[in-house]
């Protein structure tokens, strides 16, 4: 039997219809970003971090010991992998990641007021310092957290929990009148 | 139970990020060693009251395997090391 797949988004069904105006706080949500894991061999942790971040628009977010995962702005999915198969060869091990997670940007005056309902770290900004990563649970879903502004937060969350985590979001940002959309 | 846990690797974390996964001061018997020592390996646990060690994963966040030394009754924390760290200390 033939079977037509259909590449969808995970958050498609969500943000379905036409865009409405971004508010002061707004969720963005990356449309088909390239992200990869990377997990250094033991005792190449060290070489692997220099390699990844001497790259200039390579964004590197802190997962564990020897774990990052690779965000790129620039790179398509497959383009990263090759990038950082380069970069790597054969002191890490890298998968791509760029249809296993949603990339979610949350940003706006409230940012932190927001997570903070479902977030038990410290989020001020001498405590997570910008450019900052880590996993953290945010309700009850593992996420990985970054800061890349001072009022801007990106989560990386697997792709079967974004809905999940898109709801809880959105029901933690409605007092601020949070508003969603794709990215582009 | 103690409710804020230091990880070596993320820092301070509340325990919902966490599963506890046991005793940690339990070594492994050698392979050829008799079926009562492996039972009590296997299925004997102490319930102590004070000081412990435990394995805590810390599943939400490095999801490395932690080595937590807490006391059952006053919910202190003492210590919290790297489980890999813990077992190579206790091999040498």
Redesign the interface.
Known sequence: MVRDYNNRHALDQKLRGTPKPANADHLEVGHWQAIATVLASVGLEAAVERALSSTPDLSLRYCGPGEWLVVSGVDTPLGLMRRLDMLCGTQAHVVDQSDGRVLMRLSGPSARQILAKGIGVDLHPSAFALGGSTNVLCGHIAVNLSRIGEDVFELIVSRSFAESLFEDLMTMGRPFDLSAAFSD | MASLITCP??????K??FAVRGDASLIRPASSASDAAWHDYVYVRVNPRGRTLEHWHH??????FLVVERDTVTHEVYSVV?GAAAAREVRR
């Not at chain 2, 690797?9 to 509340?14: E, F, I, K, L």
């Not at chain 2, 599943?59 to 490395?64: D, E, I, L």
């Open positions: 690797h993320c820092g301070v974390r509340p919902e990020e599943v939400a966040g490095c999801r490395r790297d």
